[in-house]
């Protein structure tokens, strides 16, 4: 084979693949769009902010190539930072995410932040997560502010 | 020859950075405790003493005899304040008789500087009213009391109760 037959094989190689890259989808979108604020809470009191909270779920965006399987994680604090180094204990149980391909927060399907999920992005490859959780202060609990950061990651699957 | 096959290489490595392809995104958790609140007597409420039978007295509540609470919490909270206010002033099984609907309360820093909050109150009456941006409150109550004829001497009192509450404001 001449050199100039392997180049134009090499290159068809990479144009080939390239192809099959680019066919897989639009790069993958992430973007948070509202913190799970669970707004004031008492002392010695729990709360649980609901997912279907409108104004109290933390929400993302996703977008990414139509029809596509995707896999999630979250990685989720278990406590938030307050003033002077006090520290609020938050909790995730199994239901308190949920998975929307229509964006809606009326419809949604639970899925458990605690463990990877996967799910499928709809035919417009736009989806949204909605996240609750419940938020644990003791009786003696500093007064103030206190945060925490949730992240989220989407992996395309099976590219 | 070589240099092809390292294209040739390189070609096939790229289904790996595809398959890598991810996107992460953040956003906070974010709660605000409101800090237990605290009710503390600080004055009594002091009618003074009643020298003829049937005499009637009135402590207003920017009066120096007036009753006094602190209450300090979360700054800037709003709080529902409710009162359990007696009906009478006891000494044994002998009465001094308070007003029903003659309880007066002001809100302040201080006694001449405080508004009032009640006015001509009953019992279990409520009102809402904010914490300093210092996270404190001062309560100032006054009332009214009739001493009948023929009571014998003595100390009388009674108790005044103050309850707060967080309003979720």
Not at chain 1, 112 to 132: E, I, Q
Not at chain 2, 29 to 57: E, M, W
Request: hydrophobic share 45%.
């Amino acid at each position: 084979m001449s050199h100039h037959a392997l180049a134009a094989l090499a290159s068809a190689l990479l144009l080939a693949v390239a192809g099959r890259a680019e066919a897989q989808g639009r790069p993958l979108r992430l973007q948070g769009l509202q913190p799970l604020n669970f707004g004031d809470v008492l002392a010695g009191v729990p709360f649980h902010a609901l997912r279907t909270d409108p104004a109290r779920s933390g929400q993302f965006e996703l977008r990414g190539a139509k029809d596509v399987d995707l896999m999630l994680q979250f990685a989720l604090p278990d406590a938030m930072s307050g003033p002077g180094g006090a520290t609020l204990r938050l909790r995730f149980d199994a239901g308190d995410a949920g998975y929307s391909p229509t964006e809606s927060i009326t419809a949604q399907q639970p899925v458990d932040p605690r463990s990877p999920f996967t799910v499928r992005l709809p035919t417009n490859g736009k989806a949204r997560l909605f996240l609750g959780g419940t938020v644990e202060p003791t009786p003696d609990q500093r007064g103030g502010d206190y945060t925490a950061t949730v992240t989220l990651t989407v992996a395309y699957l099976g590219v | 020859m070589r240099k092809f096959f390292l294209l040739a290489l390189a070609a096939l490595a790229v289904p790996a950075v595809a398959s890598a392809q991810s996107a992460s995104g953040s956003i906070q958790a974010r709660a605000r405790v409101l800090g237990a609140i605290t009710v503390s007597p600080v004055t009594t409420l002091d009618f003074g003493d009643f020298l003829s039978a049937g005499a009637t007295k009135t402590v207003a509540p920017t009066d120096a005899t007036s009753g006094e609470f602190a209450v300090a919490g979360d700054p800037g909270a709003q709080l529902l304040l409710t009162f359990d206010f007696p009906a009478t002033l006891d000494n044994g099984l002998n009465q001094i008789t308070l007003g029903a609907n003659t309880w007066n309360v002001n809100v302040g820093a201080t006694r001449a500087g405080s508004a009032s909050l009640i006015a001509n109150g009953a019992d279990g009456a409520n009102a809402n009213s904010f914490l300093s941006a210092g996270g404190s409150l001062g309560v100032f109550v006054g009332g009214e009391a009739t001493a009948a004829a023929g009571l014998p001497a003595g100390v009388y009192t009674g108790t005044v109760g103050l309850t707060a509450a967080y309003t979720g404001l």
